[in-house]
């Protein structure tokens, strides 16, 4: 077992038994659930809407070498500087160059998981450059210190006296204040903010090939603000998030927005195709695009997982997962968690440490069911455990001992009692027990009463 995996297995006890987190979880998820429940009664063919979406990334998938090169082009006529990032240090070290440039001191940045992923913030700090997050429950997890808990409710964890205590520790606020009052609070903390950044970081939930457009959607505005007030508006956006046409936002947003939230559509959703014009008023002088590869190419190159770069991080898959509720966002130690976190993270890090996260899942199949894009997520998880167990001694020997009804015959049931226990606690965790072997195997048994 590696290190971290070790570090897993330690940390979801902890956090399982934690019976105040789970009170949390379970309230703040429960309120997902109703919503999305409503929100999927707006579709008269609920079913049709998501094969409509997952088709369309399909053709993403087929055809997304194309798509980016489209992008690039367009994008590029529209006055957008386009650059791409092969890793993490390769987009951290362009993203300063930008910020050199433009001689930034202080930023604004709406949620971005995919920055979240290359840990620009923390980056960002080494090179003395502020990053504030700007949407709320950003805001909330980076004056803590954490990270995002959840892909769409980065303080899913949080309760309200939770936040109430982190804001009078760190801005002397009232602990008493209600949940409208420290989002007034924080509005008109963030204002300042907007009016005076250099430079403003958004990612993308889309972009659009045929158009060279990035199509942002959100609930509070931010990622609006950061893209429009300040004078340079930078987008980072990893290359599985492009689509042919501004048409097929029409499907994909309504889906997007009854999985993420359960509303009809997201309130603020935005296309953004550049940099001011000389005729326009407002906007950014200048727009750059970051298209970050960071092993998803990998991901692509493999004909069975390729299809995990179909998710749009709607986060359904997370709400309904029986595991995630039980031992929450940490205990991944993984940018994305979850099912689609369990399935991709691996592959993202090094896959001989984190190829544990492919077993944190009881193959319940209710992730593959809500997934808006049909991405295959217990198949997925059950090629990541096979390609895990590739290089174990012990699990090679049992495939092949347990595979060969001659080879299990070999052996008596004391001596396979005797390995069982070895082994067991190894396989199947500490809390269960496998079942004894009979003195004698089925298949012996079936011989001798055959003959007699």
Known sequence: MTNQAKIFKKQSAKIASDLQHRKTINFNISKYDVAVQAGKLRFSDFELAKEITADIKNEVINRLPDLLIEFEENAKNNGIDVYWAEDANSLIEQIAEVLKDEETKMLVKSKSMVSEEV???????????????????????????????????????????????????????????????MTDFVRHYLRNKFLTADVGITGGNFICAKEGAIAVTENEGNAFLSASMPKTHIVIVGIEKVIPSINDLAKMWPVLAAHGTGQQLTVYSNVFFGPKKINETDGPERMVVFLLDNKRSQLYSDPEIRQSLKCIRCGAC????????????????????????????????????????????????????????????????LYNRQQASKGSFVNKSMYSVLSDRKKMDL?????????????????????????????????????KNKKS
């Open 411 to 447: 052996f008596s049931g004391s001596i396979k009692n005797l390995m069982k226990e070895s082994f067991q606690h190894q396989l199947i965790g500490e809390n269960k027990d496998l079942s004894d072997f009979s003195s004698k195997s089925f298949s012996k048994q079936y011989r």
């Open 119 to 181: 840990e620009l913030n923390e980056h960002l700090e080494e090179r003395g450059i502020e990053s504030v997050e700007t949407d709320l429950g950003e805001f909330i997890v980076q004056v803590a210190g954490e990270k995002p808990y959840h892909i769409v409710t980065p303080a899913m964890h949080k309760s309200k006296t939770d936040v109430a205590q982190l804001f009078n520790k760190h801005f002397g606020t009232d602990l008493n204040l209600s949940a409208e009052e």
């Open 318 to 381: 997370l709400n309904y997962c029986p595991v995630y509720k039980n031992i929450g966002g940490y205990t991944y130690a993984a940018t994305y968690s979850g099912p689609i976190g369990s399935v991709i993270s691996p592959h993202f890090k090094d896959f001989g440490d984190y190829n544990h996260l492919s077993f944190a899942s009881s193959l319940c199949g209710k992730c593959e069911e809500v997934c808006p894009v049909k991405i295959p997520l217990t198949k997925l998880l």
